[in-house]
Each structure stands twice: as structure tokens, then as C-alpha cells.
């Protein structure tokens, strides 16, 4: 039917329907995507985020995705912000701002009244509210820029103690007439790129050992596990909070030779045990905040 032929009145009566429709779908998408996120769920489908599978099969945009994502975690931390968010009481935005403030906080009753401090407020004033609760300074958001050759430039923002390390360093090396800034940052990469290998393949660990039944993964196995697939989740490609894992529990296989062992991110690694040892038993370990 062609809109063209509706009354004012039913014209207007239908615009507000369909808004309270379009609101109750986004309270909805919100529980299930908790409920995804809570089973892991995304990860079957070889997305390794919720943030990436939302992307990925929703057709949204970044900035609505992580919204939504912000939002929902708010709703898991105070239940009640359904309730506020369906009397328009509170904002999507409003709930994304205050997810990381209420996901730090354990009382229920200081999560009720950040909930209450923030109804009616736009999303600047309750930007200023967390910051002011939080005591922190606001960074500007730091832009990458990929040149063709493979480059990279930064804009970033150092705050604190950060900027002091920074301008100490820029201060010991400016009087020998050295001072550039990319190397600065350079040796900070190379240094914190490192450290953070040597702890990927336990190079260094006490506990690293050869023998293969024991249920700790030796440094030579995580070096092959790395050699085979690269460093990287083997079921999403995620190159993040990767952690080294038995395929068949080690409980039951007494094996940590590498063809029992692979890596996994965090999310795949709790996806795999929800689907090993169930949703009920793994509630108790895995985090939801
Ligand atoms: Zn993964």
C-alpha cells in the first residue's frame, strides 16, 4: 500500500508504531547478541569476536556495532537498563558510554545509580560523568594510516607517565643530537614485540620441558605448533590472546606432543571447552564481563 494514500493522522499514528517496533528489535537483538556472546557462539562460524560476527553477517557499521556490543554488556552488568532503555529513559549510547565504568564496579546498588545518574542525559554529559567518576583524561583516539609500501603512520596521544617516559628519553638523547621520534617508538615496539614472543613459546620458562606426556607444553612444541599454522588462532586466524591448547583434553589423552596441541585465541579456546564439557560447567570459569 502506498503511503501516498494514508491519512495525516494514521500517517503519524504508524511513524511512532514502527519507531516502538524498531526499539523493542534493537532490546531483542541486545539480549540475543549476550546470549551469543555468552555461548561463544560466533566463533563455530570461524569469527573469533562478536564485534567481527556482527560486522560480518549484520550489515552494520563499525561505530553501531561496537554501540550495540557497549550496550549489551551494560544490560548483562545492571538488568534493570532493559526496562529504562523501553521507556526511552536512557539512551543506546548513553548505556554504550557506561559499559566499561560498570563492568569494573561489583555492587549492585553503585551499578543501579550510575544507572539512575545517567537517564535523561545526553551522551557528552555522561561522557563527562565517566570521566569525572573515573578521574581520567579523555585521550584522543590515535589514527593509523597503512601506506602503500606497508608503512605505517601514527597520530597518537601519550598521557601521564607515558608522556613524562617520553620527553625523559627525548631529553637524554636530544643532547647527542639523536633524537627521532620513530626511534623512540621503534625500540618501545621492539622491546614490548619481544618480550611478548618469549612468553608466546616460553622461551626462558623454568617449567618449559621436552617430555610430550606431561600436561605443560614444552617451548620446542609451541615453537612447531607456531612453525606449522603460524602465529595465529587456528580456527578464526585471530592474532590475539592466543593461548597454546590440547586438542584432546590432556586429562584424557596424556599427550602434549604437537599433534595434540594447537593454538587457539581466547574466545575459540572457551568456545572448544563450552562444546568438550558444556555450557553449565564452563559459566563457572569462563569471564562474561
Ligand atoms: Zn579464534
Known sequence: MSLRNLSDERL???T?????????????????INEVNRRRLFCDSGTGSLFKYIRKNFNKSDSETSRRILAAK??????SADKALAKKQVTLTNLAEVSNLVGNIKSNKKKNEILESIKGKTQNQTREMVDELTGKKRAT?????????????????LLGQTAKDYEFIKEQISNKGQYQPEKIIGHAIKTAAESMRRKIVGIGSRKSKTITNSRTISAAIKKA?????????????SKYN???????????SKSSAIGNVRQLC???????????LSQQKMDLFINQS
Open 266 to 276: 581466547s574466545n575459540c579456546n572457551a568456545r572448544a571447552a563450552i562444546v568438550a
Open 141 to 157: 583516539r590515535s589514527k593509523t594510516h597503512t601506506h602503500s609500501d606497508g608503512s605505517l603512520r601514527i597520530h597518537l596521544t
Open 16 to 32: 511512532k508504531m514502527w519507531n516502538e517496533k524498531e526499539e523493542y528489535c534493537t532490546r531483542q537483538f541486545l539480549r540475543h
Open 74 to 79: 551494560t544490560l548483562r552488568h545492571i538488568p
Open 242 to 252: 592466543l593461548h597454546f591448547d590440547h586438542i584432546v583434553p590432556h586429562s584424557i
Open 12 to 14: 503519524i499514528a504508524d
Open 225 to 237: 605448533v607456531i612453525a606449522r599454522l603460524g602465529n595465529k588462532c587456528e580456527n578464526c586466524g
